[in-house]
């Protein structure tokens, strides 16, 4: 892939992200607060992610070393909301 296109793709890609996450919270009746936790819960979950990736690039770690980092802290980051989800409704 050419760097023009994934620059493209990357851009295409985070639009249809930011414009699917207001159409979700939108849809099941989220106001602008909830709207608002949604982008930023996604940015950072976007900032570990891809720095995790970046790390493990910059260490010398081949693509998919680099990928398995990134997957895992992704991982790491659903586990950790789900867990925070179960602790706030069901009370610990």
Same mark, same amino acid.
């Given at each position: 892939?050419?760097?023009?296109? #994934?620059?493209?793709?990357?851009? =295409?890609? !985070?639009?249809? &992200?930011?414009? @699917?996450? @207001?159409?979700?919270?939108?849809?099941? !009746?989220? +106001?602008?607060?909830?709207? /608002?936790? @949604?982008?930023?819960? =996604?940015?950072?979950? /976007?900032?570990?992610?891809? #720095?995790?990736? &970046?790390? !493990?690039?910059?260490?010398? %770690?081949? $693509? +998919? $070393? +680099?990928?398995?980092?990134? =997957?895992?802290? %992704? =991982?790491?980051?659903?586990?950790? &909301?789900?867990? !925070?989800?179960?602790?706030?409704?069901? #009370?610990?």
């Amino acid at each position: 892939m050419y760097y023009e296109n #994934g620059r493209i793709l990357t851009v =295409g890609l !985070g639009l249809i &992200a930011v414009v @699917a996450t @207001a159409l979700v919270v939108t849809v099941i !009746g989220g +106001s602008v607060e909830e709207l /608002a936790y @949604a982008f930023a819960g =996604g940015i950072g979950v /976007a900032v570990v992610v891809i #720095g995790s990736y &970046a790390y !493990g690039d910059r260490k010398g %770690l081949p $693509h +998919s $070393h +680099s990928v398995a980092v990134a =997957g895992i802290a %992704l =991982g790491l980051l659903a586990t950790a &909301a789900i867990l !925070g989800r179960l602790l706030t409704e069901f #009370g610990a």
